[in-house]
C-alpha cells in the first residue's frame, strides 16, 4: 500500500555540475600524438625483450614490466580491423554523428590495438578483418583525433 | 660539453679522489673500467684504503668494466637515474664480475653538482646582456621594432632594446615611443626566462604588463634564442600535451517533502527546523528522519534567523566550484551559527560578509560569539543562496 503524505511542498532544482579538469599525455602519450599531428606517422614504443610493439604507445612493457619508453618504432597507418561495435546514440562527448563505426584497429607493424572510427563504409558492411588506412585531420586538436577516422583500403 | 644533467662526465671522474671514502675500501684490492660512450676510458685502481684514477686506453686487468653512455653514467651517479633500472634495461652494460662492481658502490660519496645559482640581480644584469647576442635576425623581418622592458624591484631596472636593419641594440632607460613594453618585477622576470613560470600565468595572475603591439608580444620567442645561465647549455623544452576539458552533467534534485518546506520557507525569509519527538533534538536544515533515533520527524519550528558564531572556518585556498568551474575570490569564511531557539549543536552553516572575517569573535560553553543577522537576496528561489550572507548585527 503506497503511503499518502503532503507533497505540496515537493519541487525539484534543476543544476548542472561542471567539472574541469586537465588531461596530461605525458612524455611518451605527447610525443605520439605530436608526431600524428607534425608528421603524419604513426608509431608505437617496442619491448626490447618480449619484441611486442604497444601501439598507442607506453612506457612499460605489461608482460615484461621493462622500462620500454625509449624504443620508439614507426608502424603502418594501415591495419586490419580485429573487432568493432556500431554507436547508434549522441552525445556530447562522441566524435561523430550516429551512426558510426568504432573499431578495434592492429596497425601493420603493431601488436596492440588502437580504437578508432572507421567511415566511408555502411557499417552492415564491417567485418573482422576489413583492411583500413588512416585519415589524418586537416585541422589539429592536439588528440588523437588528429587521426579523423579510418577508411577501407 | 655539458650532459643532460647539466654535469660532465670528466667531473665524475676528476672529483672521485676528493669523494672517496678509505672505509669502504677496506680489503678492496683490484682495477676497475668504465668505458663511456664517445668520451672515452677511466681506470680506477684500489689498493690498500687508497685509490687512483686514470683515463687510459687500456683497461686490461681490470675485474670489470661498466660500459654506459654520457648520460646514463651521469644520470646514475648523481642519482637522478637509477642503477639498477639501468642495468636491467641494458644502458649500463657490465663486462667481467658483476659482484666486484657491487664493491665500487662504498668507495665514494655521492657526486653533488656545484651550486651555479645566480643572485636575481645576477641573473638579470646576464638576461640583458645577452639579449643582442641571442637575437634571431631572421625572425625580425624590415620593420623597425622598439620593445621597452621595465622590470621593477631594487634589483630591476629599464631597458629598451631598438630592432632595426637585421640589428638588436639594447640602450637603458626607456623610449618614449615603444612597439610594445613588457612590465614586471626582477623575480618574475628571471623565472619567466628560466621557464619557471608562464607568461600566461603572469598575466593572468597580473603580475606583468603588456602594453602595445600583442602580435608582437606573441613572437618574443621567436626574436630572441631561449635564455641558458652561464655554462649551461639551452635545453630546448619538450613540448608535452594537455588536454583542458569541462565535464557538465545535467541533475535534478528532488527536495521531498521535508527539504521542500525548508527551501521554500526561506522564499519567505523563515529558517525552518524540525524536532525529533523523541530525543527532542532540533535538526537545521530539518530532515525527514532523526539522525540519532532513527524515526520519523514531524514538527517544524521556525528558528532565527539571529544567532551566535560558535565556530569561523576561514579558506585561503578555494576549490573550483563544482557547478560552474570557476574559483571564488579569498579568503572566505564559512561560520557554524546557533540560531535562536537552538542550543548544544544544533548550528546552521553560512558564509560570513567578507569584509568581517576580522571581527567575528567565537563563542563556546556559555559565552555568546558575535551576533549574526542574515542578509536576504532581493529575489528569494528557494535556495540556500536566498541568503547571501550572514553580517554582524549592529
Keep these: 500500500m503506497k503511503e499518502q503524505f503532503d507533497t505540496s511542498n515537493c519541487f525539484t532544482i534543476q543544476g548542472k555540475l561542471a567539472l574541469p579538469y586537465s588531461y596530461f599525455a605525458g612524455r611518451v602519450g605527447s610525443r605520439f600524438l605530436i608526431r600524428?599531428?607534425?608528421?603524419?606517422?604513426?608509431?608505437?614504443?617496442?619491448?626490447n625483450r618480449c619484441a611486442k610493439v604497444?601501439?598507442?604507445?607506453?612506457?612499460?612493457?605489461?608482460?615484461?614490466?621493462?622500462?620500454?619508453?625509449?624504443?620508439?618504432?614507426?608502424?603502418?597507418?594501415?591495419?586490419?580491423?580485429?573487432?568493432f561495435t556500431v554507436v547508434r546514440y549522441r552525445d556530447k562527448h562522441l566524435p561523430k554523428d550516429p551512426p558510426y563505426v568504432l573499431a578495434v584497429i592492429r596497425l601493420d607493424g603493431a601488436d596492440t590495438c588502437l580504437a578508432h572510427v572507421v567511415q566511408g563504409v555502411d557499417p552492415a558492411e564491417v567485418r573482422a578483418g576489413l583492411r583500413v588506412r588512416a585519415v589524418f585531420a586537416p585541422e589539429t586538436t592536439n588528440t588523437l583525433l588528429d587521426i579523423d577516422h579510418f577508411e577501407p583500403v | 660539453m655539458s650532459e643532460k644533467f647539466g654535469v660532465k662526465v670528466e667531473e665524475i671522474f676528476d672529483t672521485m679522489p676528493e669523494r672517496f671514502r678509505p672505509e669502504g675500501a677496506e680489503g678492496v684490492d683490484a682495477s676497475f673500467g668504465y668505458d663511456i660512450t664517445g668520451r672515452g676510458k677511466w681506470k680506477l685502481t684500489v689498493k690498500d684504503k687508497a685509490m687512483s684514477i686514470e683515463k687510459t686506453e687500456d683497461l686490461a686487468g681490470c675485474v670489470v668494466v661498466t660500459r654506459a653512455a654520457p648520460d646514463t653514467f651521469v644520470g646514475v651517479s648523481i642519482g637522478k637515474v637509477d642503477g639498477t633500472e639501468a642495468f636491467t634495461s641494458g644502458k649500463i652494460a657490465v663486462e667481467g664480475d658483476i659482484g666486484a662492481l657491487g664493491l665500487t658502490f662504498k668507495l665514494f660519496k655521492r657526486f653533488t653538482p656545484p651550486q651555479k645559482e645566480l643572485t636575481v640581480r645576477e641573473y638579470i644584469l646576464d638576461m640583458f646582456g645577452t639579449l643582442e647576442s641571442r637575437f634571431q635576425p631572421q625572425a625580425a623581418g624590415d620593420s623597425r621594432i622598439v620593445i621597452c622592458y621595465d622590470i621593477g624591484g631594487k634589483d630591476g631596472g629599464q631597458w629598451t632594446a631598438v630592432i632595426e636593419n637585421g640589428t638588436c641594440k639594447l640602450a637603458e632607460g626607456l623610449d618614449p615611443s615603444p612597439s610594445l613594453t613588457?612590465?614586471?618585477?626582477?623575480?618574475?622576470?628571471?623565472?619567466?626566462?628560466?621557464?619557471?613560470?608562464?607568461?600566461?600565468?603572469?598575466?593572468?595572475?597580473a603580475r606583468a604588463k603588456l602594453e602595445g603591439d600583442m602580435a608582437l608580444a606573441m613572437r618574443l620567442g621567436e626574436l630572441f634564442a631561449k635564455y641558458a645561465p652561464p655554462g649551461q647549455e639551452v635545453v630546448e623544452d619538450e613540448e608535452l600535451l594537455v588536454l583542458k576539458k569541462v565535464i557538465s552533467v545535467q541533475q535534478r534534485f528532488a527536495t521531498g517533502p521535508v527539504m521542500g518546506k525548508y527551501l521554500n520557507g526561506l522564499k519567505e525569509k523563515k529558517i525552518f527546523g524540525n524536532r525529533c519527538p523523541e530525543c527532542k533534538r532540533l535538526q537545521i536544515p530539518p530532515r525527514e528522519v532523526?539522525?540519532?533515533?532513527?524515526?520519523?520527524?514531524?514538527?517544524?519550528?521556525?528558528?532565527?534567523?539571529?544567532?551566535?558564531?560558535?565556530?569561523?572556518?576561514?579558506?585561503?585556498?578555494?576549490?573550483?566550484?563544482?557547478?560552474?568551474?570557476?574559483?571564488?575570490?579569498?579568503?572566505?569564511?564559512?561560520?557554524?551559527?546557533?540560531?535562536?531557539?537552538?542550543?548544544g549543536q544544533e548550528v546552521f552553516a553560512h558564509f560570513i560578509r567578507d569584509d568581517q572575517i576580522d571581527r567575528i569573535d567565537m563563542g563556546w560553553n556559555e559565552?555568546?560569539?558575535?551576533?549574526?543577522?542574515?542578509?536576504?537576496?532581493?529575489?528569494?528561489?528557494?535556495?540556500?543562496?536566498?541568503?547571501?550572507?550572514?553580517?554582524?548585527?549592529?
Design chain 2, 367 to 394: 559565552k555568546k560569539g558575535t551576533i549574526v543577522r542574515p542578509v536576504w537576496a532581493e529575489e528569494r528561489k528557494g535556495k540556500v543562496t536566498d541568503i547571501r550572507y550572514y553580517e554582524i548585527d549592529e
Design chain 2, 290 to 343: 532523526c539522525a540519532v533515533c532513527r524515526i520519523r520527524v514531524e514538527a517544524f519550528e521556525e528558528v532565527g534567523p539571529k544567532g551566535n558564531i560558535r565556530l569561523l572556518d576561514t579558506a585561503y585556498y578555494a576549490s573550483p566550484d563544482p557547478l560552474t568551474g570557476e574559483t571564488r575570490e579569498t579568503p572566505y569564511a564559512m561560520a557554524y551559527i546557533l540560531l535562536d531557539g537552538c542550543k
Design chain 1, 36 to 47: 600524428i599531428r607534425d608528421e603524419k606517422k604513426i608509431m608505437g614504443i617496442r619491448c
Design chain 1, 54 to 83: 604497444y601501439v598507442p604507445p607506453r612506457q612499460t612493457c605489461d608482460v615484461c614490466m621493462e622500462d620500454i619508453r625509449d624504443n620508439w618504432v614507426d608502424v603502418a597507418s594501415e591495419g586490419e580491423v580485429t573487432n
Design chain 2, 182 to 205: 613588457l612590465a614586471m618585477k626582477a623575480k618574475d622576470w628571471v623565472d619567466l626566462m628560466l621557464g619557471r613560470v608562464d607568461a600566461l600565468t603572469l598575466l593572468s595572475t
